[in-house]
């Protein structure tokens, strides 16, 4: 996904290719609330909730994203690699 109005296509693209998943909990971003996404989301009947805005401790893939972020960093430094990459 390249721009953050593509996330209703890659939704679709997890329903085809996985399954529905059986709710969804995301921040509060315009693109996830309303239109497309939420449209597809209605379609299949998918629960959605959404954390407080400026509350990213609601949501617990931050955490998991953060900690994937710190380990990919200290890989790079392990192996000299260009901050670029």
């Known amino acids: 996904m390249r721009l953050k109005s593509q996330a209703y296509e890659t939704l679709s693209s997890f329903i085809h290719n996985i399954r529905i998943p059986s709710s969804i909990h995301s921040n509060d971003a315009k693109e996830l ?3 497309k996404f939420k ?12 954390s407080e805005p400026y509350s990213p401790w609601q949501n617990w893939a931050e955490n ?8 990919v960093q200290r890989k790079m430094k392990a192996n ?5 990459l």
Request: aromatic share 8%; proline share 4%; with cysteine.
């Open 33 to 35: 609330m309303h239109g």
């Open 39 to 50: 449209e597809t989301c209605q379609d299949y009947h998918i629960p959605t909730t959404y």
């Open 64 to 71: 998991g994203i953060k900690e994937l972020k710190r380990h």
């Open 80 to 84: 000299n690699v260009l901050n670029k």
